[in-house]
Nanobody, 119 residues
Framework: QVQLVESGGGLVQAGGSLRLSCAASGRTISSYRMGWFRQAPGKEREFVADIRWSGLSPYYADSAKGRFTISGDNAKSTVYLQMNSLKPEDTAVYYC????????????WGQGTQVTVSS
């Protein structure tokens, strides 16, 4: 069964950078888009950024604009999130997700990777 596997999380000081990676294990997947979400303690999961393989520009949450960059390779079913100028409020579990149906919702999720930003 295909799974999404995230990596690259860790502990970083405020102002630092991290690069998260996500890949499909087992086989490549056919997806309409892949994206990143995050969930901080006591809060709901929120959207961070996504990339659509149709060529449209990536889409970012306001909190990510100007600091985070999403990229990926549809043929390899991989997506990355470069996070710069990190803030303590970016601390969360970051999840990778994919929409396997065109214009569908996110139906494939990873287990998450912890990002902790110290002040």
């Amino acid at each position: 069964q295909v799974q999404l596997v995230e990596s690259g999380g860790g502990l970083v000081q405020a102002g630092g950078s991290l690069r998260l990676s996500c890949a499909a294990s087992g086989r490549t997947i056919s997806s309409y888009r892949m994206g990143w979400f995050r969930q901080a303690p006591g809060k709901e999961r929120e959207f961070v950024a996504d990339i659509r393989w149709s060529g449209l520009s990536p889409y970012y949450a306001d909190s990510a604009k100007g600091r985070f960059t999403i990229s990926g390779d549809n043929a390899k079913s991989t997506v990355y999130l470069q996070m710069n100028s990190l803030k303590p409020e970016d601390t969360a579990v970051y999840y990778c997700a994919a929409s396997t149906a065109t214009y569908g919702g996110y139906d494939l999720w990873g287990q998450g990777t912890q990002v902790t930003v110290s002040s």
